[in-house]
């Protein structure tokens, strides 16, 4: 997805800037009527909808997930919070309650598409929340319950351990990682498992194998990885290669399979790379704009 326009001079997905508040890193540097030092929180949430204004009646820009980071700018008298992701920099508003004291650092990532996340270590016991592909955990121990090892989180909660990767580790093939969400549906702004957009799946998966890429595709498009010469027509694509149309992105399964979240579906899906450029072409994005490969 590509959000909506934004400020000609700082794009205000990326730059905690408004004419009234602004960043206290950005004094000198931009007219505002008060500068801010960040407050570090946390995302207490399942996930979080991120939204470019305090109207839960606007289309969400981004999701912020469990555990990651959000340096806090303000809190409204109506319960919204405007402040700034760590993880990728995305700047907006997202409910208040759904922040929490930052505590320590992270130490593990939802390394599936989702996780349940139990009051202790027992498969048995209701859940506390489902927790999506890159959601942020501190494991602080662990425990065995029936054969099942379980990691134990600094809040007295469990998961199952295997669904856990410490943050520093990564997969081989990252494109594996997106076909294991194959199936999930459309979401216009959605960043987990449970509904994802062109641009999230590309950067949930990327992130998997170590590479960290910006959130919406014209971000995407513009710095992941290495571009390759398209002036001629499409080169001769390999698995992992990104392709970018004015305001979408998919990933090379193979060079003659397009792997992408897509609203011709509705889904993350599969399709033969020749068809999906016809398609897209006449119907959707015009004709590819770039190609690059992580």
């Not at 209701?126 to 600094?154: K, M, Q, W």
């Not at 992105?249 to 790379?273: F, K, Q, W, Y």
Request: hydrophobic share 45%; charged share 20%; glycine share 10%.
């Amino acid at each position: 997805m590509t959000s909506e326009a934004a400020a000609p001079s700082l794009d205000r997905r990326i730059h905690p800037v408004r004419a009234d508040l602004a960043a206290s890193r950005y004094r000198g540097r931009v007219a505002a009527e008060r500068f801010v030092d960040p407050l570090a929180t946390r995302i207490t949430a399942a996930s979080a909808p991120l939204r470019p204004a305090p109207d839960a009646a606007r289309s969400i820009d981004t999701e912020a997930l469990y555990g990651e980071t959000f340096d806090l700018y303000e809190i409204r008298d109506d319960g919204w919070a405007w402040g700034q992701l760590a993880s990728d920099g995305y700047v907006g508003y997202l409910p208040a309650g759904s922040l929490g004291e930052a505590g320590l650092p992270a130490t593990h990532r939802v390394c599936v598409p989702r996780s349940y996340r139990y009051p202790e270590a027992e498969l048995k016991r209701p859940p506390l929340s489902l927790l999506s592909l890159g959601a942020r955990v501190r494991v602080v121990g662990a425990a065995v319950t029936r054969g099942l090892d379980y990691a134990l989180l600094d809040d007295g909660s469990a998961m199952v351990a295997r669904h856990l990767m410490p943050l520093g580790e990564t997969v081989a093939d990252w494109v594996a990682v997106a076909e294991g969400l194959l199936g999930t549906p459309y979401l216009w702004g959605g960043r987990t498992s449970l509904g994802l957009d062109c641009s999230a799946l590309v950067q949930l998966a990327a992130a998997e194998g170590g590479h960290v890429l910006p959130r919406d595709s014209d971000m995407q498009e513009s710095g992941a990885g290495e571009a390759l010469d398209i002036s001629g027509g499409l080169p001769e694509l390999a698995r992992g290669d990104l392709l970018f149309w004015k305001g979408h992105v998919g990933i090379l399964r193979d060079p003659a399979t397009l792997l992408h979240a897509n609203g011709h579906t509705m889904s993350v899906a599969c399709e033969p790379l020749e068809a999906a450029l016809a398609r897209i072409s006449a119907k959707e994005w015009g004709a590819p704009t770039a190609c690059r490969r992580l």
